[in-house]
Every structure is written in C-alpha cells, then in structure tokens.
T-cell receptor, first 111, second 116 residues
Framework: DTAVSQTPKYLVTQMGNDKSIKCEQNLGHDTMYWYKQDSKKFLKIMFSYNNKELIINETVPNRFSPKSPDKAHLNLHINSLELGDSAVYFC??????????FGPGTRLTVL | AQSVTQPDIHITVSEGASLELRCNYSYGATPYLFWYVQSPGQGLQLLLKYFSGDTLVQGIKGFEAEFKRSQSSFNLRKPSVHWSDAAEYFCAVGEGSGGGADGLTFGKGTHLIIQP
C-alpha cells in the first residue's frame, strides 16, 4: 500500500562505482521528482519527469541520469560516484501541478 | 528566483506549550506553500498546504498555518505540542497548483526539540 517507494533504503559503495536507486509510485501521478538532501538537511530538486519527458534538470553533474521506464517509475543512475555524492536521495510524485508526496529516502554513503 | 527562509534553526518547546515556526518566502507570483515534517530517519510527510482561499489552513496532527501576503509569511502553529512532534520541519514554495513540474523550493528546516 506504500504510495511512493524507494529501493534500497541504504546504499554503501566505493568511490568510482556506478549505482542505481529505484523509485515507484502507485498513486497514478503524472510527474515524478528526485531531490537530494545534504548533510545539513537542505533539500534541493534534481530532476522531474512528466509523462516520460524530462521537465527540468538543475545544475546536477551529468554523472546523474534519471530514467523512467513508465509513468510509475523514475530511477536514478549515478556513474563514477564521488565522496560528495553522499546524501539522502528522495523520490516524490505529484499529479500534474499538484501536491508532492515523498518516498522514504535512500541514504547513499560513498567511501 | 523563489526562496524560502526559516529563520530558526532550532527551537525548544516544553511539552504542552504552544508552538510557532516561522517561514518567509520570496516569490514573484501567487505562491503555493507547504509545510512538511521529517522525523529522524524518515521521509517527508505533508502537514498542510495553501493554494488559495482561506488564509488559515488546517493540517494533520493539530497543526495550522496562516498565509499573510503582506508579510510574505506562512507560519506554522500548534496550540499544544506533544513529545512525538519532535522532528525537522520544512517550509516549501512551489509554482502552479502546488509545485508544478519545477519542483519545490525548500527552506533549510527548523529542528524542533520537545522538553518534558
């Protein structure tokens, strides 16, 4: 019954590795987002997808790439991980121009 | 560019006392405003939102917030806090009917501590 789910909840990896975080929503929403929360708990939008189309792309390194196989999923791929990528990543979804509902977060630790 | 300021990084309140968390925003058009709460190790839960209409909005868990256009504020209040209210509180602003496709702009959060 979870509305927005993310896997994994925790991800520990070495610098230079490539990893993915998965997000699924069962709310039938049109738009999905990825946010990054840094060590000071500041939340910043990274990407959003609407009907499989990338709507915005903030100044995020191109090592990060969102991929949406269908309207219910928005996965985040990260290549060549760096220490500074350590953070909590949140997925969210909303109806078109509606309230955003957040997933539980994925805590990424890069060693 | 839109921005949100939460001037209080930490607030300590005694259990049973009233609470007010401040939020000021900067936005060129009519803002769409939100309060989210994040408990330790958890995701963000929507407490309440303002899109239009009545400037005093009611939310979950006994919280309310008042939109004051003249002061560019959207302060969160609760008449009597419970120990379970200890958490991080985020104010956010978005465009369109609640964030749109551009995402939300968040304040830096206020950490609420409840004293017994």
């Amino acid at each position: 019954d979870t509305a927005v789910s993310q896997t994994p909840k925790y991800l520990v990896t070495q610098m230079g590795n490539d990893k993915s975080i998965k997000c699924e929503q069962n709310l039938g929403h049109d738009t999905m987002y990825w946010y990054k929360q840094d060590s000071k708990k500041f939340l910043k939008i990274m990407f959003s997808y609407n009907n499989k189309e990338l709507i915005i792309n903030e100044t995020v390194p191109n090592r990060f790439s969102p991929k949406s196989p269908d309207k219910a999923h928005l996965n985040l791929h990260i290549n060549s991980l760096e220490l500074g990528d350590s953070a909590v990543y949140f997925c969210a979804s909303s109806p078109s121009r509606g309230t955003q509902y957040f997933g539980p977060g994925t805590r990424l630790t890069v060693l | 560019a839109q921005s949100v300021t939460q001037p209080d990084i930490h607030i300590t309140v005694s259990e049973g006392a009233s609470l007010e968390l401040r939020c000021n925003y900067s936005y060129g058009a009519t803002p769409y405003l939100f309060w989210y709460v994040q408990s330790p190790g958890q995701g963000l839960q929507l407490l309440l939102k303002y899109f239009s209409g009545d400037t005093l909005v009611q939310g979950i868990k006994g919280f309310e917030a008042e939109f004051k256009r003249s002061q560019s504020s959207f302060n969160l209040r609760k008449p009597s806090v419970h120990w379970s209210d200890a958490a991080e509180y985020f104010c956010a602003v978005g465009e369109g009917s609640g964030g749109g496709a551009d995402g939300l702009t968040f304040g830096k959060g206020t950490h609420l501590i409840i004293q017994p």
